[in-house]
């Protein structure tokens, strides 16, 4: 079995910082690729970021490039998502997803890659 759970989400005014923490468990934990999602209602699940095992390589869709930033730390187990600049847009449940092939990475963006994900937690961004 494998568990991610998020954290960390809440409502925030356009322009702050919100950090969101996912922490994974089981064979979800040391996983080679871990990354975020998110969907807004009556939209698709889109691609937010990505990063591999040891940080080598990270991954951010071009709408979050240069305002988000993705981290991990395998002692502890977990990923970040630090969002800084946020805007109304970025609304959206967001989700984290983590894989242990090391032969997902050419395919960080699609989410039907990722083996584990957790419930997902809330971002709204207020103007």
């Known amino acids: 079995q494998g568990q991610l759970v998020e954290s960390g989400g809440g409502l925030v005014q356009a322009g702050g910082s919100l950090r969101l923490s996912c922490a994974a468990s089981?064979?979800?934990?040391?996983?080679?690729?871990m990354g975020w999602f998110r969907q807004a209602p009556g939209k698709e699940r889109e691609f937010v970021a990505a990063?591999?095992?040891?940080?080598?390589?990270?991954d951010y869709a071009d709408s979050v490039k240069g305002r988000f930033t993705i981290s991990r730390d395998n002692a502890k187990n977990t990923v970040d998502l630090q969002m800084n600049s946020l805007k109304p847009e970025d609304t959206a449940l967001y989700y984290c997803?983590?894989?242990?092939?090391?032969?997902?990475?050419?395919?960080?963006?699609?989410?039907?890659?990722?083996?584990?994900w957790g419930p997902g937690t809330q971002v709204t961004v207020s103007s």
């Open positions: 997803a983590a894989d242990r092939s090391p032969l997902l990475w050419p395919g960080v963006r699609e989410p039907m890659k990722y083996a584990y």
């Open positions: 990063i591999n095992w040891n940080g080598s390589n990270r």
């Open positions: 089981g064979r979800a934990s040391s996983a080679y690729t």
